[in-house]
């Protein structure tokens, strides 16, 4: 059977403008079945529909903060360096990737866009408003898990892993404040920040707050999960 075709959302680099890619993603998609390629970063619509046509499932990769006027709020002192361009093609490209119930993986940034896109809002710096005892940006190794999170029974994560929590490596400043109105939390933190969401009604709309770009090697629920996306996207 030909291998399902995920695109990968670009990384970018501000200081060098350049494109660059984490090996990880494309290791963990390809050991789970699916032949990754990283995107162009362009908003262009007849590109990205081209794009949503060729390709059986798309990630939405880590990186810079989105930008607060995505959800409607105003930059903090605290938020970080954005990516207006990456901003820019994601609320181009999902309406498209929905319409043809594509599946659909975000990490890290990936669900908190996916949330904002979606109506919901983001913790613009968790130290600053949302104190915790829970390690949310941890230091080397990043295979390493900083906390655990808990699984919400009944959810598609629950189900696929049969399990009530698993280890989280943490790397991540923001986070999900006020979800979606068509989302569903699938994990939370144990202070209660939601990691992980997804879209009912969609073949595969799944988002996790953590990295199994970095522990996929080591850890079988991040195995797991990118298996049941290659999945997903193999059944087109």
């Not at 810079?64 to 207006?84: I, K, N, R, S, W």
């Not at 613009?124 to 005892?133: E, H, I, M, R």
Request: glycine fraction near 10%; charge should be negative; aromatic fraction near 6%.
């Amino acid at each position: 059977m030909e291998k399902p075709l995920i695109g990968v959302l670009p990384l970018w680099d501000e200081g060098r403008q350049s494109l660059w890619m984490l090996p990880g993603y494309f290791d963990g998609l390809a050991a789970a079945g699916a032949v990754p390629v990283m995107l162009p970063l362009t908003a262009d619509p007849a590109a990205l529909a081209q794009l949503a046509g060729i390709c059986d499932g798309f990630l939405l990769t880590g990186g810079q903060d989105v930008q607060p006027a995505v959800y409607g709020e105003e930059p903090l002192p605290l938020t970080g360096e954005v990516c207006p361009a990456r901003d820019a093609m994601e609320a181009a490209l999902l309406p498209l990737l929905l319409q043809a119930d594509k599946p659909v993986l975000g990490i890290c940034r990936g669900i908190q866009f996916l949330n904002a896109a979606l109506g919901g809002t983001l913790w613009q710096d968790l130290p600053a408003q949302l104190p915790s005892d829970v390690v949310h940006h941890q230091g080397r190794p990043y295979d390493a898990p900083s906390h655990t999170v808990t699984l919400v029974p009944g959810t598609p994560l629950h189900d696929l892993l049969g399990t009530d929590a698993v280890p989280a490596n943490s790397l991540h400043h923001q986070g999900i404040r006020n979800l979606a109105p068509a989302l569903r939390a699938m994990a939370c933190a144990p202070d209660g920040l939601v990691e992980a969401v997804y879209l009912p009604g969609r073949r595969f709309v799944w988002a996790v707050q953590w990295h199994p770009e970095f522990n996929w090697q080591s850890e079988p629920s991040s195995r797991a999960i990118l298996a049941a996306f290659v999945q997903a996207a193999r059944g087109r």
